[in-house]
């Protein structure tokens, strides 16, 4: 799949992309390609554009998540994205596969996180931890596959470090195929399956109000879901 396949948003001043699970945003100590970099690419050759182009990553989505993520075509755009996105007026919604139900089919969670640098992930502490941050979400059940799997939709409030993972494992509820947070067994492509679904906001420019949503054919069919 290239670039221009991944497109689901472009103007002037923004460009969303549909990650795959493996690709990065940014470069790490692996050394793969970033996404980033990726996309100059594609608009310099795309465009014929002569000189550099800009590509400036907004936000964030772990490697093995799926879904939209922004990037910034101009560095106005990523200035005042970046300040959206502090100001958390930038709505996040994400579908979520787990084995286990929640206890309660919708709900609030609340947790204090530490992130554990060494291993690269997050745990749940009591608050006044030392370097502990709240982080929130609101979950619902929208769904239950024939295999016994649950469809969860989650809307952010906090952008923490692998929130969504820690937060649903904590309440006994592991994300399928997320071995660092407890799930039995991986996917076989080394995916998760948490898909970062939609992101709405108002347009840096523009301030319409925009709303970018992301197929995921292979939830949609687990969970019967194509026309929805």
């Not at 059940?141 to 799997?149: I, K």
């Amino acid at each position: 799949m290239t670039i221009a396949d991944q497109i689901l948003y472009e103007d002037n001043h923004l460009l969303a992309l549909n990650k795959l699970p493996g690709q990065i945003a940014q470069g790490d100590k692996t050394g793969d390609t970033p996404l980033a970099d990726l996309v100059k690419a594609y608009i310099k050759e795309r465009d014929a554009k002569p000189g550099n182009v800009f590509c400036g990553v907004i936000h964030r989505l772990d490697r093995p998540v799926s879904g939209v993520i922004l990037f910034a075509k101009t560095s106005k755009a990523l200035s005042r994205m970046t300040q959206l996105v502090k100001d958390r007026d930038f709505s996040k919604r994400y579908w979520a596969v787990v084995k286990n139900a929640p206890a309660e089919p919708v709900g609030t969670l609340e947790d204090w996180l530490v992130k554990d640098e060494v291993h690269n992930k997050s745990r749940v502490v009591s608050e006044g931890t030392r370097g502990a941050k709240l982080a929130s979400l609101d979950y619902r059940v929208v769904g239950v596959s024939d295999g016994g799997y649950h469809l969860l939709e989650v809307d952010l409030h906090t952008g923490r470090h692998h929130q969504i993972r820690c937060q649903l494992a904590h309440m006994g509820c592991p994300i399928k195929g997320d071995l660092k947070y407890g799930a039995p067994r991986s996917n076989p492509d080394g995916s998760i399956s948490l898909h970062a679904r939609m992101l709405s906001f108002s347009h840096p420019v523009t301030h319409s109000q925009i709303t970018i949503t992301a197929p995921c054919p292979d939830i949609e069919r687990m969970f019967n879901m194509t026309n929805k």
